[in-house]
């Protein structure tokens, strides 16, 4: 089977359920399990708020493992309220998973592969991420100008009683707009989106606290269906590379050493003082490019992490 029949099962109606956002398709999911007040779930301590935030509103206790330098993990804790590991494939490179895997499996606790950064990529021996543990949860709406789309993934033997819903809502006219933009970008290679995003900047804030559970609208669901994924695994390869030469050049610190073969970035990822950040920004400006840190920590993280986890930046290789 070539790379793109595996990615069929995105559009899966009896195995995915597709959502506006990430950290919804994580909460249904999660609900769906089960697992709720008074319950525990293990998480990585370098993670971004929204996930922390919508766990902690089902009532579930975090317990956080530590994330090295090399973004490897430390180990598990043993606790039999814990009935969910999550581990994440960072910026799209794939996670050491075997590890995670045999912890589970010793102790009957689910393992969910938060693949919100790995859309498209897959292991080196050739596992597409997002399905190597029970479930998999994917953020599209991060790749491509969509402003919505996630859904998670039923990776094993788990019958779910949630239903494969799609909303008859429509987009207003602003979505239309840019994806029209989009195509016409893609056919052109004119960096016409990030001249509009300049004058017409998305209002973030409107989407990232809605919070509530709703399922993606047909238009979205469909305009993902029909992207050209392979274009778009060569055009984000080809971005990593130049990014990759051309900000070490100006001091950039690569988090990781080399991009698997066959993982598709989400952005390049690297490690830089505030000194330096203004000659990067150029860099990615030029290219049409947003650079920002990553992750916005959960509070009770900041307090005590290590230096590193705040010297994290992403060039973020959306359109
Ligand atoms: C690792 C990770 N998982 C999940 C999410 C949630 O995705 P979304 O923003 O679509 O809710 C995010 C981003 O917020 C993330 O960085």
């Given at each position: ?284 400006t030029k290219n049409g490019l947003k650079v920002y840190r990553w992750p916005d920590l959960p509070d009770e993280i900041i307090q005590n992490c290590p230096e590193f986890y ?10």
């Amino acid at each position: 089977m070539n790379d793109l029949a595996n990615y069929d099962v995105y559009f899966n109606e009896e195995l995915t359920r597709h959502f506006k956002l990430g950290r919804s398709a994580l909460s249904s999911l999660l609900s769906q399990l089960n697992i709720g007040i008074g319950d525990k779930i293990l998480l990585p301590s370098l993670i971004c708020r929204e996930v922390t935030q919508i766990i902690q509103k089902l009532g579930i206790n975090i317990i956080y493992y530590n994330v090295d330098k090399q973004f490897r993990y430390g180990e598990f804790e043993q606790d039999s309220k814990i009935k969910a590991l999550l581990v994440v494939n960072y910026f799209g490179y794939p996670c050491e998973i075997i590890k995670a895997k045999e912890y589970c499996l010793k102790n009957s606790i689910i393992l969910i592969e938060d693949n919100a950064h790995g859309l498209l990529g897959f292991d080196s021996d050739g596992n597409l991420l997002g399905t190597r543990g029970d479930f998999g949860i994917f953020s599209y709406r991060k790749f491509f100008p969509l402003s919505q789309g996630a859904f998670y993934i039923n990776n094993s033997n788990c019958v779910l009683t949630d239903k494969f819903n799609i909303s008859n809502k429509t987009p207003n006219i602003t979505f239309y707009i840019k994806w029209a933009l989009y195509v016409f970008q893609n056919k052109t290679r004119l960096n016409i989106l990030s001249y509009i995003r300049k004058y017409m900047p998305e209002k973030k804030e409107a989407i990232d606290n809605d919070n509530s559970i709703s399922s993606i609208d047909i238009i979205r669901y469909f305009c993902f269906k029909k992207i050209d994924f392979a274009k778009e695994v060569r055009r984000r390869k080809l971005l990593y590379k130049s990014l990759e030469i051309n900000a070490t050049k100006y001091g950039a610190l690569k988090i990781f050493s080399k991009l698997p073969d066959k993982a598709v970035p989400y952005c390049f990822p690297f490690y830089c003082d505030d000194e330096i950040i203004l000659k990067i920004r150029e860099l990615a400006t030029k290219n049409g490019l947003k650079v920002y840190r990553w992750p916005d920590l959960p509070d009770e993280i900041i307090q005590n992490c290590p230096e590193f986890y705040q010297k994290i930046w992403i060039i973020n290789l959306s359109a």
